[in-house]
């Protein structure tokens, strides 16, 4: 109370030596800010002083309960609280020895890539969350999506973009279609070439040169269809696919099919009669293969005139749970829906093809053709009844793009592999080892050739039924052997070119 009123007088009375009239009136509440404002050192030596609200300032001595092998357990101050704090550390120790400071927090600092989630009515304490999937932190209490074509970075605070891949040509998945393909175009071009360098000799004229040089280049075209489909997708590289996806199998079958098309009626028209059927003249067959691949072309530019070729990047077929594998797929706009559509065609020519073989399968071994195309497609339908399970079976796949592309390739490649060697391989063989077999036979009417397979047709049906010899007896006994007709009978069936 002196120190304030002394302050008082020394404000408002500085001219008196004791109380004026100005302190007379001053009241009690000037007083008490006067109190309030005092500040000396009291008869024990610390700071008297206020504080704003006229409290005392606390006084504390911090005491920590400690071990000491000199005394035993006892408090020890450690240091003081008086306005602030002052605290010497070195005095103080920790659980189990420790030197550092404990943490005294409710919720530890969020590492980088997590989100705070506060603990409600407790705004100081918070549970980290990461951010998980292909989510980021985009600030301390959120995590945000990033958009499709994007991952989060490796400490998630960013978003980058998802790495862009295609099927390799150094890629086990690419290598082993292209070496078929190789191994393939050179026997196709071997086989080419030796037919065009014997081609007016009996057994490539026999084979039909025309159809034969069709159905090779639609075998070639099945292999070269591996090449366009590993190659880096763009505009032109996706037009050719739809082009030659279908086309090579479509010439190669429609080939087929119209040879035979061709020997069924021979041998259809043989039983009637024995005059010859029609369009089965080298142009005429020509004419009908152009015929069945024109539709495939027509089926193709009606596709590119809907629905225009373009790529894409396929960012949900290598989408995985961790971010960091996943990947965009560089593809050209090509469904698995559109890809059967395009060989369906050639599918339907390749049933068909497979029909007539079995319908020709009672032809005489030795004639021609009928049964090499028998055993081709048989084998080559066991090939696409694998591909189908294979092709739809990988459709949810990670590794879709490299599993479908190489099957595809891969039965492309056996089905024009098997054409060609149970087709062309026997004859190649025959003209370069052997060719004494490659000579000029005596040529006979297409009336005494089909006279001929009729009547051993005849003779192997009535041989099933009667002893040993006893058909053949009996069919001989009705033919006249100093008729005309009769001696245009022994002639070779591989006088008959089909």
Known sequence: MAHALHNMQRDLCPEYSGICPDMDLAGGKKLLK???????????????TFNRNGDAPGRYDLFQYQWNNATGPGYRVIGQ????????IEDMQ??????????????LPCKT????????????????E????????????TCKLCSYNMRPNPNRTACQPIPIVKLEWSSPWAVIPVFLAMLGIIAT????????RHNDTPIVRASGRELSYVLLTGIFLCYIITFLMIAKPDVGVCSMRRIFLGLGMCISYAALLTKTNRIYRIFEQGKKSVTAPRLISPTSQLAITSSLIAAQLLGVFIWFGVDPPNTIIDYDEQKTINPSLARGVLKCDITDLQ??????????????????????????ENFNEAKPIGFTMYTTCIVWLAFIPIFFGTAQSAEKLYIQTTTLTISMNLSASVALGMLYMPKVYVIIFHPELNVQKRKRSFKAVVTAATMSSRLSHKASDRPNGEAKTELCENVDPNSPATKKTYVSYNDLAI
């Not at 920790?94 to 919720?107: A, M, N, T």
């Not at 990461?130 to 209490?141: A, K, L, M, N, S």
């Not at 020519?349 to 032809?363: D, E, H, P, Q, S």
């Open 130 to 141: 990461p951010c998980d999937g292909y989510q980021y932190q985009h600030d301390e209490f």
């Open 339 to 364: 890809i059967i559509c395009s060989l369906g065609y050639s599918i339907l020519l390749m049933v068909t093809c497979t029909i007539y073989a079995i319908k020709t399968r009672g032809v005489p």
């Open 34 to 48: 006067y109190i309030r404002s005092v500040s000396f050192n009291g008869s024990a030596g610390t700071s008297v």
């Open 113 to 128: 890539g997590e989100r705070k989630k506060v603990v409600k009515g407790m705004p100081c304490c918070w549970h980290c």
């Open 81 to 88: 609280w008086t306005e602030t704090l002052h605290l010497n």
């Open 94 to 107: 920790w659980p189990r020895g420790e030197l550092q400071i404990p943490s005294s927090v409710c919720s």
């Open 189 to 196: 071009i071997f086989v080419m070439a030796t037919f065009v």
